[in-house]
Every structure is written in C-alpha cells, then in structure tokens.
C-alpha cells in the first residue's frame, strides 16, 4: 500500500523566512502534484511534477522531484502572511492520487 | 472555462437522514472523483468515474453511500442513512482523462458540499 508522509504537519513561521516542506513517499512514482487549500475552501492546484528532477517556481514558492529518492519539496522564500494554508502533496499511483495529511502553514506578520 | 459546480455548499441533517450532493464537471472531462475530507486530514477517495463507468469504488461505504454518472457527465453521491461520522466536506473532481507516463492526471476540485450530521 502506497504510503505518502508530509512533514511538518504544522509550520508556523515569521514573513521573511524560508522553509521547507517534505513530501516522502513509500513507492515507485514519477508523478507528484502539490495543491494548497484556504480555510473553508476547496483544493487548488499549485504544482505539477512530472519526472525526476523536476523543478516548478510560481513566486515565492519552488517545488521539485527526486524520484530515486521519493521525495518532493516545496520550499518557501522569503514568506509572506498571504502563503498561509494547507499545502498537500499528492502521489499518482495507479491512476488515483495519493494524499498526503497536509501541512498546515502560518505565517506570521 | 467553467470550474467543477457542486451543490449544495452547505447541508446539516439529522443522523439516519439521506442526503444528496451533485456535480457537475469541466466539460470534456472523462474522469469524476469523489472525495470525503474530514476537518483536519487529507482528501479521502470515495469512488472513481472514467466516463459513466466506475474505475474504483473500495473506499466507498456501500451499505450507506451511493454513486452514479449515468450519461457520464455529471455525477450525484447519495447517503443513506447518514450517520454521525459522516459530518466532513465533500469534493468533487475532474480531469482529462487517465494517462500514463510523462502525461498528468492533474485534478480540478469543486468548492465542495459542507455536511453537518446532528
């Protein structure tokens, strides 16, 4: 069974800082979507990694893709307070996603 | 490009009621999920469209949920009697189409369907 761990489960940090996200994953993948949700609100794409070593940047977020190694990053530059919510990631297995539990992301002012 | 549309957004029921949630995907989409999301943890896959067939269904409580996508387009998910522990979001989702290889199975959520069991 295709297990799929986020760690931290909660990050809470201050704007200006960066951090990082981890994504490990207990199968032979190589595709991986990173999605983020707002409190009460529904699930948006963000990433979408399609091969090993692979590598997206939308602003101040950068997601990449180690399949050797089954793990993915989505790492966080200079944090603002607007980067707040839940970011999953999600392993493509058998046509199906995986989630991950989510990491919950404050950012403090 | 209209998004995924779920209705109703909010539902509160007393427990042994039945409950009905519909979606309707993006157009041209083959492929229709849906999720259960319980506050706090990760979507949950309930049942697996590809056209108006049915790809998976083993997470799906099938003494008291129900699916279809009879013209495989839009889709409704039934519960009956709703319990308790059913009180979570449901998410509908689409994509393309099932691919393999270097091609995405990237999925487009609805604004989801809030269900309180009292």
């Known amino acids: 069974e295709l297990k799929v761990e986020q760690n931290p489960l909660f990050l809470s940090m201050q704007e200006g800082k960066n951090y990082t996200i981890y994504c490990n994953y207990s199968?032979?993948?190589?595709?991986l979507y990173w999605y983020r949700q707002d409190p009460g609100k529904s699930l948006e794409s963000l990433f979408v990694?399609?091969?090993n070593g692979a590598v997206k940047q939308e602003g101040r977020l950068m997601a990449s893709l180690d399949t050797k190694a089954r793990l993915s990053t989505l790492h966080i530059t200079a944090a603002v307070h607007d980067l707040s919510a839940t970011y999953f990631c999600?392993?493509?297995?058998?046509?199906?996603?995986?989630w991950g539990a989510g990491t919950k992301l404050i950012i403090k002012p | 490009e209209a998004g995924v549309a779920q209705s109703p957004r909010y539902k509160i029921i007393e427990k042994r009621q039945s409950v009905a949630f519909w979606c309707n995907p993006i157009?041209?989409?083959?492929?229709l999920y849906w999720y259960q999301q319980i506050l706090g943890q990760g979507p949950k896959l309930l049942i697996q469209?590809?056209?108006?067939?049915?790809?998976?269904d083993s997470q799906l409580p099938k003494d008291r949920f129900s699916a279809e996508r009879l013209k495989g387009v839009d889709s409704t998910l039934k519960i009956q009697p709703a319990k308790l522990e059913d009180s979570a979001v449901y998410l509908c989702?689409?994509?393309?189409?099932?691919?393999?290889?270097?091609?995405?199975?990237?999925?487009?959520f609805g604004p989801g369907t809030r269900l309180t069991v009292l």
């Open positions: 469209f590809q056209n108006n067939g049915v790809v998976d």
């Open positions: 990694l399609l091969s």
């Open positions: 989702a689409s994509s393309p189409r099932l691919t393999s290889g270097r091609m995405s199975n990237e999925q487009f």
């Open positions: 999600a392993v493509d297995s058998n046509y199906q996603l995986i």
């Open positions: 199968t032979t993948s190589d595709r």
């Open positions: 157009s041209g989409h083959a492929t």
